[in-house]
């Protein structure tokens, strides 16, 4: 898998620019890119978190990876400009056939097995701090169609890592139900690894509410900081909540 070697490579170039420019946090996360790809140079080391596709699949997410990294955009177009180094020096393929190469990706079966891959790999190799889980919601358009991602996930560096996400496919908040389906996944994710959700803060906008929902919580042993409508107070347990005037300004 040599072209691993070479994204290493230009992912440790790119960390040199980025140190120094004084990028803290752009250091710390490519470094630990750098060490978690070193340790994968072996295709069949990879194929361990997807067993139900080929290798050459993998090396072309990889690829994708490195091209995303090294472009700094998701845009497939301007990464496609970036194969080549990633490739090597003798790859000689015209722009349009690396975009070519990388929208094949995108075309590939089993799209739900993979992402389970892509989870896996995560927790195995990435060493998420254990002490906050963070959900939010994001809602946008794509022409009519209406995109709506919940998420859960944690942090690195003081960075959000998606673990877990749904598509609502419709507009608007979540519910609960959606919620549970979300929580529920990553905990059986945690369990699959040794780990445990228990003792962890959930983090969540004033979305995130409902007495149902709180006990839920509860029930998961997980602590929660949940920002709440600034018309509203509750009481948890022993602790009386209260509206202060002072924090509504």
Same mark, same amino acid.
Request: glycine content about 6%; proline content about 2%; charged content about 25%.
């Given at each position: 898998?040599?072209?691993?070697?070479?994204?290493?490579?230009?992912?440790?170039?790119?960390?040199?620019?980025?140190?120094?420019?004084?990028?803290?946090?752009?250091?710390?996360?490519?470094?630990?890119?750098?060490?978690?790809?070193?340790?994968?140079?072996?295709?069949?080391?990879?194929?361990?978190?997807?067993?139900?596709?080929?290798?050459?699949?993998?090396?072309?997410?990889?690829?994708?990876?490195?091209?995303?990294?090294?472009?700094?955009?998701?845009?497939?177009?301007?990464?496609?400009?970036?194969?080549?180094?990633?490739?090597?020096?003798?790859?000689?393929?015209?722009?349009?056939?690396?975009?070519?190469?990388?929208?094949?990706?995108?075309?590939?079966?089993?799209?739900?097995?993979?992402?389970?891959?892509?989870?896996? #790999?995560?927790?195995? +190799?990435?060493?998420? !701090?254990?002490? =906050?889980?963070?959900?939010?919601?994001? %809602?946008? *358009?794509?022409? @009519?169609?209406?995109?709506?991602?919940?998420?859960?996930?944690?942090?690195?560096?003081?960075?959000?890592?998606?673990?877990?996400?749904?598509?609502?496919?419709?507009?608007?908040?979540?519910?609960?139900?959606?919620?549970?389906?979300?929580?529920?996944?990553?905990?059986?994710?945690?369990?699959?690894?040794?780990?445990?959700?228990?003792?962890?803060?959930?983090?969540?906008?004033?979305?995130?509410?409902?007495?149902?929902?709180?006990?839920?919580?509860?029930?998961?042993? #997980?602590?929660?900081? +949940?920002?709440?409508? !600034?018309?509203? =107070?509750?009481?948890?347990?022993?602790? %009386?909540? *209260?509206?202060? @005037?002072?924090?509504?300004?």
């Amino acid at each position: 898998m040599a072209f691993v070697e070479n994204t290493v490579n230009n992912l440790a170039a790119d960390f040199e620019k980025s140190a120094a420019k004084g990028h803290n946090f752009v250091k710390s996360l490519i470094t630990k890119i750098i060490q978690t790809m070193t340790t994968l140079t072996d295709a069949d080391k990879i194929k361990l978190y997807f067993p139900k596709h080929t290798k050459r699949m993998l090396k072309l997410f990889v690829l994708i990876i490195n091209c995303i990294v090294q472009s700094r955009t998701v845009c497939l177009y301007k990464c496609r400009d970036k194969v080549p180094g990633a490739l090597g020096k003798k790859h000689k393929a015209k722009a349009n056939s690396n975009y070519m190469r990388i929208i094949r990706f995108f075309k590939m079966k089993l799209i739900a097995e993979f992402i389970d891959g892509i989870h896996h #790999l995560i927790l195995n +190799i990435v060493e998420i !701090e254990p002490t =906050y889980l963070i959900m939010d919601r994001s %809602n946008w *358009k794509i022409g @009519s169609k209406n995109v709506n991602i919940l998420t859960i996930g944690g942090l690195l560096e003081g960075a959000f890592i998606p673990l877990h996400w749904l598509q609502l496919n419709k507009r608007g908040n979540s519910n609960y139900d959606e919620r549970i389906d979300l929580l529920d996944y990553l905990i059986e994710l945690f369990h699959l690894f040794g780990k445990s959700v228990e003792g962890l803060i959930l983090l969540a906008d004033r979305e995130f509410i409902g007495a149902e929902w709180l006990k839920y919580l509860s029930f998961q042993k #997980l602590s929660f900081v +949940i920002r709440l409508r !600034e018309n509203m =107070y509750a009481q948890l347990q022993t602790v %009386n909540g *209260k509206k202060n @005037s002072h924090l509504n300004h």
